[in-house]
């Protein structure tokens, strides 16, 4: 009994070891774009390092308020004293020693604490938008080479769709040529077709490997083992006007916010500097001793210390003006961050709306172009169409589907980046 509950206890233990050594993904999982994003939040570096960032500013809340609290010191010294040799006084050399333990608290500053209080928590708040900033851009990318991603994976299907198309024409064309309904040069022809659309199967099949290998940079991950994405591209419209985009953009883009925090807290800056001409009241106290070889004195004393800046070299004044020519920098860019939130938008919007226009066609276009391969295998096989007029309806075809993906692919991404631009990973 004990020799089972000690295997099952190292049974259990090698499971835990295996499960927290187990990496984002198992190999042969299959992902959707949900989990590829949750994966990218969980291991990018620039989320590990948009996070520690609002950790800095949150520690400096706390340093800010450190300054309401007392401030406790101990202080211990030795020396070795001896009569200097010049002094003609016989004095033997003797120990001295000095202990004392120091309070001070500040008494009254005239709101600057408080201020580096607010300061620090704007500069927070500021950090912790450009984290969601910084997720944004992550999502964005990972959702980018997601559907990259999908439009390679359908691009190999159609390439081998097309190579099957062609091998089927090959055979057809041979067969004829075997029987003398056609000459030789159809089974040259169609042989030919047949290797350039090997060559492009090996190219689409190359770009999807590349495409996995970006989706796998997008979500922070190297050496990642296999997976699978069993999702294909499709098409769901989305409808909204370029008036609701750009309202959203301006209330939701966490740069924005940033900046606006940013510029609350420079506002801060300008009010705490000007603080800078007024007095300081603060208490002291301390207790100690000090003695020698053979005698000790103790000591105490408690104070209250008003501490005026009577002049400070004008370095009030341009820590005030250094704050306030800092605040209309941060002003002009935030004019000219809103103008680029706006173009960022438009220019996303338009996108979206061509792509849609894009697949409206290519639904056309793929249906037209399958039915023109139709029509020439069947001319083809009832002798009146040439190879030349099956080639070309197949290239046709294989373009038109190609286009129609790519149609797609862009959609989806022009659908996240606005809702990037709008400020809504």
Wanted: glycine content about 6%; aromatic content about 10%.
């Amino acid at each position: 009994m004990f020799k089972k509950i000690c295997l099952t206890l190292v049974f259990l233990f090698l499971t835990a070891i295996d499960t927290y050594a187990a990496g984002p993904i198992t190999p042969g999982e299959v992902l959707n774009l949900q989990q590829c994003v949750e994966i990218a939040l969980q291991n990018h570096p620039y989320i590990h390092a948009a996070r520690e960032t609002v950790r800095v500013y949150e520690s400096r809340i706390g340093q800010a308020r450190a300054g309401y609290l007392p401030q406790l010191t101990f202080e211990s010294g030795y020396q070795r004293i001896g009569a200097a040799s010049l002094s003609g006084v016989d004095v033997d050399p003797y120990n001295r020693y000095s202990n004392s333990l120091n309070l001070n608290q500040l008494l009254f500053d005239f709101g600057k604490t408080f201020n580096q209080i607010q300061i620090q928590s704007l500069s927070t708040e500021s950090a912790r938008a450009d984290f969601r900033d910084v997720s944004g851009q992550v999502i964005f990318n990972v959702k980018q080479a997601y559907y990259v991603y999908l439009q390679a994976k359908m691009s190999v299907d159609v390439a081998r769709e097309t190579v099957n198309q062609f091998q089927q024409h090959f055979e057809r064309a041979t067969a004829f040529f075997e029987t003398g309904t056609r000459s030789k040069i159809d089974v040259t022809s169609a042989e030919v077709n047949l290797s350039n659309s090997k060559i492009s199967l090996l190219k689409a099949e190359n770009t999807l490997r590349l495409a996995r290998v970006n989706l796998n940079n997008a979500m922070g991950l190297t050496n990642a083992p296999a997976y699978e994405i069993k999702e294909v591209l499709s098409y769901a419209p989305h409808n909204i006007s370029l008036e609701q985009a750009l309202k959203k953009g301006y209330e939701n883009r966490p740069d924005i916010i940033s900046t606006t925090k940013k510029k609350e807290a420079l506002e801060k800056t300008v009010l705490l500097n000007q603080k800078g001409y007024l007095p300081v009241l603060s208490g002291s106290a301390a207790y100690g001793y000090l003695g020698n070889d053979t005698t000790t004195d103790k000591n105490w004393n408690v104070g209250v210390f008003l501490t005026f800046p009577l002049f400070t070299g004008l370095s009030t004044k341009y820590q005030i003006d250094e704050a306030r020519a800092n605040l209309n920098v941060l002003k002009a860019n935030e004019n000219y961050l809103l103008q680029a939130v706006s173009l960022e938008i438009e220019s996303a919007y338009l996108s979206l709306n061509e792509a849609r226009e894009r697949i409206d066609a290519g639904k056309v276009i793929v249906r037209q172009a399958e039915e023109n391969v139709e029509l020439a295998r069947g001319r083809y096989e009832a002798g009146v169409g040439s190879s030349i007029e099956i080639t070309d309806a197949m290239i046709t075809l294989n373009n038109a589907k190609m286009t129609y993906i790519t149609a797609l692919a862009d959609y989806q991404v022009a659908w996240a980046n606005l809702e990037k631009a709008m400020g809504e990973n």
